[in-house]
């Protein structure tokens, strides 16, 4: 079992639609990294998590500690939004990342 | 501000031919990371530098050198070629190892490496 699990896979949805994309992982952790990668294949920052939600524009996230989950939510999504959204973890121990195998987005317009 | 450059951009190999993969960043990070991302499965550390002079092996090391004379640059060098080696290289910087603080890792477009 991966120490970094992300669902749904692959995730299409109509423009507009509210999406969630989720993150479990097993490992204590220091901090959760949320990762967008465009076709194109390069990989930008969207949120750097240890406690709460941050909110940034349509965009999301929320962490549980106590429940090792993270959830990524888009609003009134848009084909722009169009990637795939990878989840990584820090390691407390070993301040070492550990990436989840990512979500692949399609919005469709 | 240019970040992390990575050059180049693709590339094809002969198996056992090698070459070098560039990276630069002008943010005056200490820590440079470089990982590889293959079909389906999450970026994995190759090597990773906590400032100029000092490497590591990360978890997947094996047919790779890297080397860190300078803060800004950590090249990657590939020798003797094979094909288990194609795939997609992103390199990385830091301000820190996330100990003291939680700034993101800061990525290359990444270079994409077939070896034939």
């Known amino acids: 079992k991966n120490e970094v699990e992300q669902s749904p896979q692959n995730l299409t949805a109509q423009e507009g639609e509210f999406i969630t994309i989720n993150c479990s992982y097993s490992?204590?952790?220091?901090?959760l990294h949320w990762l967008q990668q465009h076709p194109g294949g390069g990989i930008v920052s969207l949120f750097m998590?240890?406690?709460g939600k941050k909110k940034h524009g349509r965009l999301i996230a929320t962490i549980n500690i106590q429940e090792k989950h993270s959830s990524l939510h888009i609003t009134a999504s848009h084909p722009r939004d169009s990637a795939v959204y990878i989840c990584?973890?820090?390691?407390?121990?070993?301040?070492?990342?550990?990436f989840g195998t990512g979500t692949r987005l399609k919005v469709l317009a | 501000n240019a970040g992390v450059t990575q050059t180049p951009k693709f590339r094809i190999l002969k198996i056992g031919q090698s070459m070098t993969l560039q990276c630069t960043q002008d943010?005056?990070?200490?820590?440079m990371y470089w990982y590889r991302q293959d079909p389906g499965m999450g970026l994995k550390l190759i090597y990773y530098?906590?400032?100029?002079?000092?490497?590591d092996k990360g978890e997947v090391p094996n047919g790779y050198n890297v080397s860190r004379s300078t803060t800004e640059d950590f090249p990657l060098r590939l020798e003797l070629a094979a094909p288990s080696q194609t795939s997609v290289y992103f390199c990385?910087?830091?301000?820190?190892?996330?100990?003291?603080?939680?700034?993101?890792?800061?990525f290359g477009d990444g270079t994409r490496l077939s070896i034939l």
């Open positions: 990385a910087s830091s301000y820190d190892d996330g100990a003291y603080s939680n700034q993101p890792q800061h």
């Open positions: 490992v204590g952790i220091s901090a």
């Open positions: 998590l240890s406690s």
């Open positions: 990584a973890v820090r390691n407390s121990g070993t301040y070492k990342y550990i």
């Open positions: 943010m005056n990070h200490n820590y």
């Open positions: 530098s906590v400032g100029a002079g000092i490497t």
